[in-house]
């Protein structure tokens, strides 16, 4: 029973481990299209946007749009304060720094310091919440916890460009947290 309930299905980091924060932090840096991060692995909405983002890829192409846009100063910090809203994995800095310094975006642990510190933690997911990944999703993701922080005046760069060619801020505007008990 304890590892029926600890993974309820395939394929998919049910809590905020290192897999569903990265799905997150690549969102939150503008690399992945609004929404996609938190759906569950066996849901017909993960193929549907696979689809789309192989369409928006090609798209980009043609627009000689390149990660390198994307993925700036601006973005790297805008995924530093969403992974202290989210409580992200510990392995975030790890993997974010190497990102940065692999595209010549400097980023340290000093910068997570700087930037994340004063971030509360809004998202409740295990382990250092009560709910899973699914709550997640159904709560509205990462557009639903950029939207909060934009309300709050805590996303440092609400203009910061995403791969569907619009800024984050633009891409989560409105967005509402749709399950506020269990996010």
Known sequence: DIVASSAPSTGYCN???TATTMNSLAEALGMQLPGSAAIPAPYRERGQIAY???KRIVDMVHEDLKPSDIMTRKAFENAIVVNSAIGGSTN???HLNAIARHLGVPLDNDDWQKVGLKVPLIV???PSG????EDYHHAGGVPAVV???MKAGMLPHPDALTVNGKSIGDNCKGVANENTDRS
């Open 130 to 133: 009560e709910y899973l990944g």
């Open 92 to 94: 975030a800095p790890i």
């Open 124 to 126: 409740n997911l295990q």
């Open 147 to 149: 939207a909060e922080l």
């Open 52 to 54: 789309e983002t192989g």
């Open 15 to 17: 809590t905020m481990g």
